[in-house]
């Protein structure tokens, strides 16, 4: 009897499926040994996006179990790989960086990469979140600018809507956690959850000067019913 040994692509497709199970170890397992067997790849998608699509999804089970230095570095290097793939030698997304359209435009024509800045700009958020104190302000804001680029470059089309629709609900988590933190007796916790503060949020939205159109489209993504939040 022949049995062919499992190539990296193989322990992707099965990492995938133990996380769909919710068994995060089996899939952790199947991703680095997909990681692993990367470098002997010979056909199909490349070792680097091999080891880009691994890094990612390490990075996705390290946040849901609240480890989110180890999924922020995952990121950052899945980022990496993504980057010099097509010959983008920094990340248009630094401080200190202003890249031309095209550049925008290879990245967000990649599913794997806007995918890849968005569990980003998440992670930062919750890393904002569970450090608090001095460093929320600077975590946060990061996250937002990070998710306001790749909103701002996404052509609006059917095609793309659903791509946006995530990456605005994950906007509106961080617009709810600025608010949060700035009037905190306003959001009151009960047995199903959070009492929102609408015009709070709103007025959130409005102090970091985005337009009567962003938060519209952000309440509809999160589905937040417009009379009700006007």
């Not at 095209?102 to 967000?108: A, C, G």
């Not at 800045?117 to 450090?131: I, P, Q, R």
């Not at 709810?176 to 949020?201: C, M, S």
Request: aromatic letters at 10%; proline letters at 3%; one cysteine or more.
């Amino acid at each position: 009897m022949f049995f062919r040994k499992k190539k990296a692509i193989d322990w992707i497709k099965e990492g995938e499926k133990f996380a769909k199970k919710r068994n995060l170890d089996k899939a952790m397992e199947c991703f680095k040994k997909a990681y692993d067997e990367s470098d002997n790849v010979k056909e199909g998608e490349s070792p680097q996006r091999i080891k880009a699509i691994a890094l990612d999804n390490m990075g996705v089970i390290y946040a849901m179990i609240g480890k989110y230095k180890d999924a922020l570095d995952c990121f950052n290097k899945s980022l990496s790989f993504i980057l010099a793939e097509k010959g983008i030698n920094k990340d248009p997304l630094s401080e200190d960086t202003e890249e031309p359209n095209e550049i925008w435009l290879q990245i967000i024509r990649d599913p794997l990469a806007y995918m890849c800045y968005g569990d980003k700009a998440t992670v930062l958020s919750d890393l904002a979140l569970e450090n608090g104190g001095a460093r929320f302000d600077e975590l946060i804001h990061q996250s937002r600018r990070m998710l306001d680029k790749l909103l701002e470059i996404i052509p609006v089309s059917t095609e793309h809507m659903q791509i946006a629709s995530r990456l605005a609900r994950a906007r509106y988590n961080v617009i709810f956690a600025i608010a949060q933190r700035k009037y905190p007796d306003e959001f009151i916790g009960t047995d199903k959850g959070v009492i929102v503060p609408l015009p709070r949020i709103k007025e959130a939205y409005k102090e970091l000067g985005y337009t009567e159109k962003e938060i519209r489209f952000d309440f509809k993504c999160v589905g937040i019913n417009q009379e009700i939040s006007s």
